[in-house]
């Protein structure tokens, strides 16, 4: 299983978090660059584990919008054996 570690104090802006989650996860060219585009990729990955580091600087500058990055992100784990995530610090 490929383990991808998110740093949430680099995750401060909507652009800077989609940035580096397309970096991080190699998303394609097309990504979106939002939510919706986001859980489309999630579906497409298979046999990875995604670790969120620093997550309260991440919530601290996006707020909501992090809650529902994150909801995300454990709404894809608890759906399938092949996808796992976990929050770390």
Same mark, same amino acid.
């Given at each position: 299983?490929?383990?991808?570690?998110?740093? =949430?104090?680099?995750?401060?802006?909507?652009?800077?978090?989609?940035?580096?989650l397309?970096?991080?996860?190699?998303? %394609?060219?097309?990504? =979106?660059?939002?939510?919706?585009?986001?859980?489309?990729?999630l #579906?497409?990955?298979?046999?990875?584990?995604?670790?969120?580091?620093? %997550?309260?600087?991440?919530?601290?500058?996006? #707020?909501?919008? =992090?809650?529902?990055?994150?909801r995300?992100?454990?709404?894809?784990?608890?759906?399938?054996?092949?996808?796992?995530?976990?929050?770390e =610090?």
């Amino acid at each position: 299983m490929r383990v991808i570690e998110l740093d =949430g104090r680099h995750m401060d802006t909507r652009a800077a978090l989609h940035r580096r989650l397309k970096e991080a996860l190699s998303l %394609p060219e097309y990504y =979106g660059n939002n939510l919706d585009a986001l859980h489309d990729c999630l #579906g497409e990955m298979r046999q990875v584990q995604i670790v969120l580091r620093y %997550p309260q600087a991440l919530l601290n500058s996006l #707020g909501n919008y =992090g809650q529902r990055m994150i909801r995300l992100f454990e709404d894809e784990a608890a759906s399938r054996p092949d996808f796992r995530f976990r929050v770390e =610090g």
